[in-house]
């Protein structure tokens, strides 16, 4: 199949592009028409022996996830997504029915998300194969990383821990019961970024809000960072998904290590002021998903956790392309 009928064929597996959508994909540019609210960007990049092994994830699974990590970007900034782009880096190994099927995971995610592919590119490549999404949205009231401020109450949406122990049930390593393993493998391969939440934060008054790609300790670092104060969480506070911990004691790992420093949980992890978290609180009861008090603001630098021993300094230590490993070593 020649790259025009690739594309011709890919493009065919997406849904109906959004009523905002002038021109779609097939022109040399597409033509949208913007809201009158802000737009918010961001690109994201999956490359393969880098964020996925074939191994690890089906092609289904890796479409959708391709999307679904630049949509949870966008629900950080309290925004909803609109447009996407998608470039194809695509390596001897790959056939075009592999493509079809990745493809497939990216239309069901664009509607399960309500966000349309409105162009993109597909090149060949010797190197590993590369999917970038860049994805638009808009947002009322964009909520920043550096609006935290001392008292603001610290919070976490859903569960952490569960993509890095999905990852060792998927890697083969020694882990807990078959139905604990499904749950994280799911949680690795199919995250749900939390676009509602993220809206329901806006409106509340969050002051600043993160996503939970690298590791909460990574993201409290740079909350803590932007917004110039101390992050002070309790480690008996921070929601740990069950299965994680079920996992932990067979791999003989701390559960807390999987929600500090593995990364890819795409949750949402914020400060608010007491009321506008109240009105949170009230929020998230509609979208079954917990919000999750784990500590407050201070004034300070630098992320603390209170232990059964004390205070412990918090490092960013969570994913990092320019370490040699994921323990920044």
């Known amino acids: 199949?020649?790259?025009?009928?690739?594309?011709?064929?890919?493009?065919?597996?997406?849904?109906?592009?959004?009523p905002d959508v002038v021109v779609a994909a097939g022109d040399d540019a597409a033509v949208v028409a913007p809201p009158t609210h802000k737009l918010v960007m961001t690109t994201d990049a999956l490359v393969e022996g880098v964020h996925f092994l074939q191994s690890t994830i089906t092609r289904h699974n890796l479409g959708y996830k391709s999307l679904a990590v630049s949509?949870?970007?966008?629900?950080?900034?309290?925004?909803?997504?609109?447009?996407?782009?998608?470039?194809l880096a695509v390596s001897p190994t790959?056939?075009?029915a592999e493509l079809?099927?990745?493809?497939?995971?990216?239309?069901?995610?664009?509607?399960?998300?309500?966000?349309?592919?409105?162009?993109?590119?597909?090149?060949?490549?010797?190197?590993?194969?590369t999917i970038s999404v860049a994805l638009v949205g808009k947002a009322e009231r964009p909520i920043l990383r550096s609006g935290?401020?001392?008292?603001?109450?610290l919070f976490v949406t859903g569960w952490?821990?569960?993509?890095?122990?999905?990852?060792?049930?998927?890697?083969?390593?020694?882990?807990?019961?078959?139905?604990?393993?499904?749950?994280?493998?799911?949680c690795?391969?199919?995250?749900?970024?939390?676009?509602?939440?993220?809206?329901?934060?806006?409106?509340?008054?969050?002051?600043?809000?993160?996503?939970?790609?690298?590791?909460?300790?990574?993201?409290?670092?740079?909350?803590?960072?932007?917004?110039?104060?101390?992050?002070?969480?309790?480690?008996?506070?921070?929601?740990?998904?069950?299965?994680?911990?079920?996992?932990?004691?067979?791999?003989?790992k701390l559960a807390i290590d999987y929600a500090l420093y593995g990364g890819e949980?795409?949750?949402?992890?914020?400060?608010?002021?007491?009321?506008?978290?109240?009105?949170?609180?009230?929020?998230?009861?509609?979208?079954?998903?917990p919000v999750t008090a784990i500590g407050r603001c201070e004034e300070g630098d630098g992320v603390v956790m209170r232990t059964e021993s004390g205070l412990e300094v918090v490092e960013a230590k969570g994913y990092n392309h320019f370490t040699r490993d994921r323990n920044g070593d």
């Not at 199949?1 to 959004?18: G, K, S, V, W």
């Not at 929020?283 to 079954?288: D, I, R, W």
């Open 1 to 18: 199949m020649d790259e025009f009928a690739l594309i011709r064929t890919l493009l065919e597996r997406l849904p109906a592009p959004r």
């Open 71 to 87: 949509v949870s970007d966008v629900a950080a900034m309290g925004g909803e997504p609109l447009w996407a782009t998608v470039t």
């Open 94 to 96: 790959w056939r075009a």
């Open 100 to 129: 079809v099927e990745l493809y497939d995971g990216l239309a069901e995610a664009c509607s399960e998300f309500g966000c349309s592919v409105v162009g993109g590119d597909v090149v060949s490549t010797p190197g590993p194969f």
């Open 148 to 153: 935290a401020r001392p008292g603001d109450i």
């Open 160 to 186: 952490l821990g569960g993509s890095a122990a999905g990852l060792d049930v998927l890697q083969g390593k020694r882990s807990a019961s078959p139905v604990a393993q499904a749950v994280l493998a799911r």
């Open 188 to 252: 690795h391969q199919r995250p749900t970024p939390r676009i509602g939440l993220g809206l329901a934060a806006a409106r509340a008054g969050v002051s600043a809000l993160n996503d939970v790609s690298d590791g909460l300790a990574s993201e409290l670092n740079e909350m803590a960072a932007a917004s110039g104060v101390r992050c002070v969480i309790a480690q008996d506070q921070v929601p740990i998904r069950p299965e994680v911990k079920e996992h932990a004691r067979f791999a003989d």
């Open 265 to 289: 949980d795409y949750e949402l992890v914020g400060a608010a002021p007491r009321e506008a978290f109240a009105r949170l609180l009230a929020a998230a009861s509609l979208y079954n998903v």
